[in-house]
């Protein structure tokens, strides 16, 4: 997901009590029930006596960590407060968070998710979208999509590895309108073919003379809209957070140049691993690896962008950039007390495409490591706390769900 915004520090909520003098069907006590009888006894500030602010607080995310999708139709959880990204500065923002099942009776699939976020920071930047996983009934089929605006002041130093390095920075803004979908049906145990539907809508402004040069004097607006095919292996227990299971997604995409604002037709394909394993006791070990392969003539928007709060964190998202993007990160997630957990990952990451100077060089890949903490916000949905470090950068952000 341009995904993942980032989130929230600090929770709140409210939970009430009901007053004493009503039964449970709500009608008038007896007077000669205990309960009556004891109430007549008691000091009038002690029948609406609440708990504290920071109680109700506590009680509150206390049953937010407590899986009651068999009971209800959606269990929503509401959250805000500050956020932080290297690329996007100080914020706040609003969260809700919902698990669900499309069928109740089926306790042998994991629940559905579904999350609506808006946020906006001291630095310009604002976005409202939605995003989730639904998995139908008997896990036959599922759907992950997405939907977002953006607008964002951002950082410019060129396309590729040497410019990003040799530059200075520029800078400009960015707007940009995404809505993805993919849908993929079961056809073999934990193997799945399917479709994906994408459109972006891309516009760039205030640009300098360097800003222009850096993207090559190509346009500041493009508009694209994909159709691909999806062929997928998937065994995770749980997509927001998983322990263990294995997930292989080979994705390609084509942009037609009849349903764009592109002087050619597109083509990207992408290529994920994830491999997760319990190694001890509330403890997993969990590796990625991804490849994002797009079109030779693709315009600056489509360009792959290394950082962000997924993948080489801590790194800028978008000053290495270029068409072809490769990365590997091994993390260990250890829960500590409660709902508390920290992590500890490394990585390394490679920008490069076919341009003279520009292809792929080992001596051009770049190095990531950090720490992270971890709150569970819903049951194994996770707040997560990182801090990445990379070559002469390093970055602290706020996310929810596990980067992989």
């Given at each position: ?54 109680g109700r607080i506590i009680d509150y995310f206390g049953k937010s960590a407590v899986d009651r999708t068999f009971e209800k139709k959606i269990d929503l959880t509401f959250a805000g407060g500050p956020n932080y990204s290297k690329t996007n500065n100080f914020g706040i923002g609003v969260l809700a968070a919902g698990l669900y099942r499309i069928d109740r009776t089926d306790s042998l699939i994991p629940p559905s998710d579904v999350s609506v976020f808006a946020t906006v920071s001291i630095s310009g930047f604002y976005s409202v979208g939605v995003e ?273």
């Amino acid at each position: 997901m341009f995904r993942r915004i980032v989130l929230f520090f600090m929770l709140f909520g409210s939970c009430f009590v009901v007053r004493a003098g009503v039964s449970p069907s709500g009608g008038p006590q007896s007077p000669a029930t205990p309960a009556a009888v004891d109430s007549l006894s008691l000091p009038a500030d002690t029948l609406v006596r609440r708990r504290s602010f920071v109680g109700r607080i506590i009680d509150y995310f206390g049953k937010s960590a407590v899986d009651r999708t068999f009971e209800k139709k959606i269990d929503l959880t509401f959250a805000g407060g500050p956020n932080y990204s290297k690329t996007n500065n100080f914020g706040i923002g609003v969260l809700a968070a919902g698990l669900y099942r499309i069928d109740r009776t089926d306790s042998l699939i994991p629940p559905s998710d579904v999350s609506v976020f808006a946020t906006v920071s001291i630095s310009g930047f604002y976005s409202v979208g939605v995003e989730g996983n639904t998995y139908f009934r008997r896990s036959r089929s599922k759907m992950d999509y997405q939907a977002m605006f953006v607008s964002a002041p951002r950082d410019l130093w060129g396309i590729g590895y040497c410019d990003a390095r040799r530059n200075p920075e520029t800078s400009y803004v960015e707007k940009q309108y995404k809505v993805h979908a993919r849908y993929v049906y079961r056809v073999l145990p934990h193997t799945y073919v399917g479709s994906r539907l994408s459109f972006q809508h891309t516009d760039g402004t205030k640009f300098d003379a360097a800003g222009d040069s850096y993207i090559r004097h190509q346009k500041h607006s493009y508009t694209l809209t994909g159709i691909g095919a999806i062929v997928e292996y998937d065994s995770r227990d749980f997509i927001p957070g998983p322990w263990r299971g294995l997930y292989a997604s080979l994705e390609g995409t084509v942009f037609p140049k009849a349903l764009g604002s592109c002087e050619t037709t597109l083509y990207r394909a992408t290529f994920t691993f994830d491999w997760y394993q319990r190694v001890w006791k509330d403890c997993t070990l969990a590796f990625d690896f991804y490849g994002e392969f797009n079109s030779a003539a693709a315009p600056w928007p489509m360009l792959a962008r290394m950082g962000g709060s997924r993948r080489m964190r801590g790194y800028y998202e978008g000053r290495y950039t270029d068409n072809c993007l490769l990365t590997v990160q091994l993390e260990l997630r250890q829960r500590i007390w409660r709902r508390f957990g920290c992590t500890v990952w490394g990585g390394a990451g490679n920008v490069f495409s076919e341009r003279s100077g520009d292809r792929f060089d080992w001596s051009h890949t770049l190095p990531n490591y950090g720490v992270g903490l971890r709150w569970e916000f819903k049951k194994r949905v996770n707040v997560r706390v990182d801090y990445g470090f990379g070559r002469k950068t390093s970055g602290f952000l706020l996310s929810i769900n596990e980067a992989f």
